[in-house]
């Protein structure tokens, strides 16, 4: 079955402690990205990769880094959490090509406090 | 600047009603554009999508949606919601070089 993974679901951290989401996809899909949802907002793109070892700035990176060591893992990192980065982030994937679809994981809600 | 828009941010509607769902695009090309539905607690699911070609296009769940390239719009329908159709749905357009954008969604409740 195709699927995005991404770890963890639920997260709840205080102010400056670094953590990593995790997010993996078994398509095979070269173009992987992460995005923000906040409400009134939409999704908003933070990073992406087209492939591995190239990644690439969205519309707000500011606080995230991003690696794509293996075509499978895109994770997220957030080297020292703020309460304005609380949201819900999805990761993405999608075979490179900008009208193929985009397959989505199932989201991971950050509280940062 | 460019922008995917989605007018209404609620929309309220009785079970076996018609929906329509307000999509417009500023960008130069015609882009790629797609919609999205995001169930509660879940990922975003594809509904459907347009490249070129019949400007009518059949997705999934029973929707459709229609590209007016003179309105820059692509605008999601449903002839009779069902209860289950309740859910946020976004808009989105994809250009050249991967660039993918999202409109802000439009949060749709449907009542018995």
């Known amino acids: 079955e195709a699927q995005v993974t991404q770890n963890p679901r639920y997260l709840i951290t205080v102010t400056g402690k670094k953590l990593t989401v995790t997010c993996s996809q078994n398509?095979?899909?070269?173009?992987m990205s992460w995005y923000r949802q906040d409400p009134g907002l939409g999704l908003r793109q933070i990073y992406y990769?087209?492939?591995?070892?190239?990644?690439d700035k969205g519309d707000v990176p500011e606080g995230y880094k991003v690696s794509r060591k293996e075509k499978r893992n895109f994770p997220l990192i957030l080297e020292s959490p703020s309460p304005n980065q609380t949201s819900l982030y999805f990761c993405?994937?999608?075979?490179?090509?900008?009208?193929?679809?985009?397959?989505f994981g199932e989201g991971s809600w950050l509280t940062v406090v | 600047a460019q922008s995917v828009t989605q007018p209404d941010i609620h929309i309220t509607v009785s079970e076996g009603a018609s929906l329509e769902l307000r999509c417009n695009y500023s960008y130069g090309a015609t882009p790629y554009l797609f919609w999205y539905v995001q169930s509660p607690g879940q990922g975003l699911q594809l509904l459907l999508k347009?490249?070129?070609?019949?400007?009518l296009v059949q997705g999934i769940k029973g929707f459709e949606a229609e590209f007016k390239r003179s309105q820059s719009s692509f605008n999601l329908r449903k002839p009779s919601v069902h209860w289950s159709d309740a859910a946020e749905y976004f808009c989105?357009?994809?250009?050249?070089?991967?660039?993918?954008?999202f409109g802000t969604g439009t949060s749709l409740t449907v009542i018995p």
């Open positions: 990769s087209m492939n591995v070892e190239v990644t």
């Open positions: 398509m095979n899909h070269e173009y």
């Open positions: 347009y490249f070129s070609g019949d400007t």
């Open positions: 989105a357009v994809g250009l050249t070089g991967n660039q993918f954008y």
């Open positions: 993405a994937s999608s075979s490179g090509f900008s009208g193929n679809t985009i397959y």
